[in-house]
């Protein structure tokens, strides 16, 4: 199986390129991937067949006509893999927007949506071994008081057990410095985490759609 897929940012980019190994197991070879980042996640437009600019690469702006063009031109061996943040949406009713935008593909691709709850950097906590392996010295008081998946500005609590001055700094600071940090907590941590045991309800049922589209049981 060939896996396009979609992340809104690069942290979730530099996430999954050390996840998705872990996932498809001894025979990841067989696989292949590709991971493109967005500039961040949008809205999805009114009119699905609309022009948008592609030169701002915000994902949702972007994904009735990607998915079109995927519906035209990827064989059945592969599929697209949608990997977006919930942030404070309804999650069902934000779900049934993203099949909205499928289903007015004509053809469709083989297409998997799956929602970080609340934010991709709850995927990060839902395995506590891996960020203390990665930074031995995040202050357990701050991860103690986070109840996985929840709706609690995620990253910004990620920040607050493990960055030097936590969420308060980054924000004095803004863009792209925030955008760097949370890479590289995605890429110090995605490496020690355990796929198979992680916490957070929402990796896990990405963890398993990944799998079903890999024909792995």
């Given at each position: 199986m060939h896996f396009e897929v979609l992340v809104e940012d690069p942290s979730g980019k530099e996430a999954l390129e050390r996840i998705l190994p872990?996932?498809?197991g001894a025979n990841y070879s067989l696989?292949?991937?590709r991971l493109r980042s967005y500039r961040g996640l949008g809205r999805i437009p009114k009119d699905l067949r609309?022009?948008?600019?592609?030169q701002k690469r915000i994902?949702?702006?972007?994904?009735?006509?990607?998915?079109?063009?995927?519906?035209?031109?990827?064989?059945?061996?592969?599929?697209?893999?949608v990997v977006v943040d919930l942030d404070r949406r309804d999650c069902m009713a934000f779900k049934q927007?993203?099949?909205?935008?499928?289903?007015?593909?004509?053809p469709r691709p083989t297409t998997l949506f799956r929602i970080a709850v609340e934010e991709s950097e709850a995927w990060l906590l839902g395995d506590r071994q891996a960020v203390?392996?990665?930074?031995?010295?995040?202050?357990?008081?701050?991860?103690?008081?986070?109840a996985q998946d929840s709706i609690c500005d995620t990253w910004e609590l990620l920040a607050d057990a493990i960055h030097p001055g936590g969420s308060a700094r980054l924000k004095q600071k803004g863009y792209p410095?925030?955008?760097?940090?949370?890479?590289?907590?995605?890429?110090?941590?995605?490496?020690n985490m355990n796929v198979d045991q992680n916490l957070s309800k929402s990796f896990q049922v990405f963890h398993d759609g990944v799998k079903r589209?890999?024909?792995?049981?």
């Open positions: 872990k996932i498809l696989h292949s991937w609309g022009k948008t600019d592609p994902l949702l702006d972007r994904l009735p006509r990607i998915l079109q063009g995927y519906g035209h031109s990827l064989p059945d061996s592969a599929s697209v893999v927007e993203l099949l909205d935008v499928l289903n007015a593909c004509n203390k392996a990665a930074y031995p010295k995040a202050r357990d008081s701050v991860l103690d008081r986070y410095v925030t955008g760097e940090a949370k890479c590289e907590w995605a890429r110090n941590i995605a490496p589209l890999a024909g792995i049981e």
